[in-house]
């Protein structure tokens, strides 16, 4: 039975534990693309005193998590102006020996929960054009092509519009 956990304030073992899964699993993604990889970047960005995360432990009394996201509330512009306010999820990671079981969509889920808890409008994340296998994981979820995606770079930013609850007064 897998764990899920929520921190703002992950100490520094986790923090090179994620730095470090983040460059095995995209390093070579961010070496062939317009930003390169920079490791101390990274570091800052999961640093970041907005940054919020879900961690995903394969049992209890596991000590070192198997995946988590990095995600953010944040306000995002609209291209016909205005902001619309987004869970941005800055990064989604599993150990490879985890992959494909199912546990990436249970971690979407609870995002998405977050997302409406939240009130947000959009879930929100950029992913690399050659990452086919998350291309597609997003797609089947719902996640499409959003206003703001650049056609000419590496990456493509993708959003989910959240379903919003149809309330009856009587
Ligand atoms: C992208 C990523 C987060 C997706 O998470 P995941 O755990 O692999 O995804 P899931 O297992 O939930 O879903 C993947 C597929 O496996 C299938 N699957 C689900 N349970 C399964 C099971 N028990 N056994 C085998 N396959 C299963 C799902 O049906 C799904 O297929 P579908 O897309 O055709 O529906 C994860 O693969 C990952 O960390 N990749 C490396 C890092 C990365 O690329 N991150 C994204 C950066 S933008």
């Keep these: 039975m897998i764990r899920i956990e929520f921190s703002d304030n992950p100490n520094e073992e986790l923090k090179s534990w994620m730095i470090n899964l983040i460059e095995e699993n995209a390093r070579g993604d ?30 209890d009394n596991a000590i070192l998590p198997i995946g988590f996201s990095h995600y953010r509330i944040e306000d995002e512009e609209r ?50 054009k050659r990452n086919n296998y998350a291309l597609s994981f997003y797609k089947k979820r719902g996640f499409i092509k959003d206003e703001l995606s650049p056609e000419d770079k590496s990456y493509m930013i993708l959003s989910k519009p959240m379903r919003r609850r149809r309330i009856k007064y009587i």
């Design 30 to 59: 961010y070496e062939t693309s317009e930003e390169g990889w920079d490791r101390d970047k990274k570091l800052r960005e999961i640093s970041h005193p907005e940054a919020k995360y879900l961690y995903v432990y394969h049992s």
């Design 79 to 128: 291209l016909k102006g205005g902001t619309r306010k987004v869970l941005y999820i800055y990064e989604i990671h599993f150990m490879a020996q985890y992959t494909g079981k199912g546990f990436g969509s249970t971690l979407m889920e609870n995002l998405e929960q977050l997302g409406s808890q939240n009130g947000v409008s959009d879930l929100m994340l950029t992913v690399f």
